[in-house]
């Protein structure tokens, strides 16, 4: 997984930005999201993620990242290699997951992940050649699905998921509906 060297992306208090690896290990994690640290194990492993960490006022507070890109390396990035297809004839759905994680009660309810989901839509906009991402939450997690709401995702689907036996929503936000609301 692909985690992002480049520039913060910085709205008021939050930011998106490079992983800080020994922040994330060393911030309190509350016992619902300790799945957010088997992502960062991930980081070096997987291709099909870009892993940014999330600040708020300089702190480590969180993780964001779209996953299970349906891309080629070249095509998510922009550009292509020499000899490679052009990006839009190698891409099939030009979509993502999105999953992100606050460590810590001390940090939820102060806007942190609604402004790092608006700073990831923000990147995927201006830097890639995504078009679609999708975030799926359980149906009892109100705080994410208000986070998909406020971010101008639509609810598309609900159900049980393969991977979780427990009902979801899933909300989808398409680039192109927003490039210029961004």
């Known amino acids: ?4 060297v480049g520039p913060l992306y910085r709205e008021h208090e939050v930011a998106i930005g490079p992983v800080d690896v020994d922040a994330i290990l060393a911030a309190p994690v509350v016992a619902d999201v300790l799945t957010a640290k088997e992502w960062l194990a991930e980081a070096l492993v997987r291709d099909d993620a870009y892993y940014f960490t999330v ?6 507070v969180g993780q964001i990242l779209p996953h ?3 891309h080629n390396n070249a095509a998510f990035w922009n550009t292509a290699p020499s000899g490679a297809a052009a990006p839009s004839q190698t891409m099939e759905t030009q979509e993502a997951l999105v999953a992100f994680h606050i460590f810590a009660t001390t940090h939820c309810g102060k806007g942190i992940g609604t402004t790092a989901v608006t700073l990831l839509q923000r990147y995927v906009t201006d830097g890639t ?3 679609t991402l999708i975030i799926n939450t359980s149906r009892d997690n109100r705080a994410s699905q208000r986070v998909a709401q406020k971010c101008g995702f639509v609810l598309v689907a609900e159900g049980p998921n393969r991977s979780d036996p427990q009902d979801y929503l899933s909300y989808m936000w398409t680039v192109s509906l927003a490039r210029n609301k961004i």
């Open 129 to 131: 050649m995504l078009r």
């Open 55 to 60: 600040s708020w006022r300089g702190t480590v």
């Open 68 to 70: 299970d890109i349906n």
């Open 1 to 4: 997984m692909p985690v992002h």
